[in-house]
């Protein structure tokens, strides 16, 4: 069973940059793995997936200020945040991901990571 444990979130000002973790318990070299976020009020929405061949790929809303990246040799997935705006405040959470279409699904979540960008 797949555990992962999110980390690196924080309260930053508008146009900071934060790098979120997700670190695995188990093996997930052959997943693909995603972040997702729910803003207060909202829904869960995904951000960013990567396959198990290092294919990226990301929500219009994020696109070119966030990367997402893996290390599987140290069992780790990333997501490097730049140029944050407030509406990037939500809870982030990583988990294995596949997609249907442009519909992207998530499974054995992390418990969440906060991240809040003033203004």
């Known amino acids: 069973q797949v555990q992962l444990v999110e980390s690196g979130g924080g309260l930053v000002q508008a146009g900071d940059s934060l790098r979120l973790s997700c670190t695995a318990s188990?093996?997930?070299?052959?997943?693909?793995l995603g972040w997702f976020r729910q803003a207060p009020g909202k829904e869960r929405e995904f951000v960013a997936a990567?396959?198990?061949?290092?294919?990226?790929y990301y929500a219009d809303s994020i696109k070119g200020r966030f990367t997402i990246f893996r290390d599987k040799g140290k069992n780790t997935m990333y997501l490097q945040m730049n140029s944050l705006r407030p509406e990037d405040t939500a809870v982030y959470y990583c988990?294995?991901?596949?997609?249907?279409?442009?519909?992207?699904?998530?499974?054995?979540w992390g418990q969440g990571t906060q991240v809040t960008v003033s203004s």
């Open positions: 990567i396959t198990y061949e290092y294919n990226a």
């Open positions: 988990a294995v991901t596949w997609n249907s279409g442009r519909s992207w699904y998530g499974d054995y």
């Open positions: 188990g093996r997930t070299s052959n997943n693909n």
